[in-house]
DNA sequence: GTACTAGGTATCATTTTGTATACTATGTTT
DNA sequence: AAACATAGTATACAAAATGATACCTAGTAC
């Protein structure tokens, strides 16, 4: 029996708020820039997206593309390597999927939280 | 990548400091008293695993029976459903362990940790 | 009647993560 | 010469996760 756990270390990858979004927009969308990632994640902050993007760029996952240019210009995208991720995230997505029926099943339907949204206008009424 | 991301939801189960370490000794060893695993995971306080084994449990990943007697006994096993987690802890762990390769490549020796190994009896359960 | 056992809780301290907001750089446009 | 654009940093703060330590329970052995 082998006594080494490298489930740890994938973990390691997606593990951070916002790292399984930022992978899903490039997985979907391919090369998108700095500013493309804030649009389609608009909760996230500069700060957050520049942390995860580094740290996802750090394990080869993602690769980061300068355009020498004012203003700037910053392409992030899944790298070759990186795609080699793809059945990890497969596996993960396809047992999650199952595993939410199985919650569902156990306690009942859950309301997802985003889909509960209060108009501004309403708020203290 | 489907359109619907779940990988957050399989993230949900292992996330955790000691999570995938629990796992790993439940998966190895089959049934184990609290104190087993308290054993065989020397610096976790036993505030942690037991919010760990009760957050796996609510997820029916983990079960925990109870035997009424003083001192108390109490024993942790995977769940049938749990061993259904098996293809997503060992592909996790496959590519860990590549990817540690990896880095080695790319920034040289660093890390050494533990793998993940499913018991003979448990494997298609 | 005291100590021991196993499997926990309760409480507070510390560490790690994430948020909010302001600030920077610099060539181009107005 | 002021404003704009983009991709960030810097600083301060708040929240969540984890750690340290003490305590609880009730039978049983001494």
New interface residues.
Partial sequence: ???????????E???GKWK??I??QL??NGTMRFSELQKAIPDITKKMLTSQLRELEY??IVHRKIYQQIPPKVEYSITE?GI?????????????????E??NE?YGEVREVESFEVKDELVGK
Same sequence: chains 1, 2.
């Fill in positions: 029996m082998s006594d080494e756990c490298r489930v740890e270390t994938a973990l990858i997606l593990v399984p979004v992978l899903f997985f979907s394990h080869d390597y080699g991720m793809t059945p990890v995230l497969q596996t993960m997505n396809d047992w999650g999927m199952a595993h939410v199985h919650l156990l």
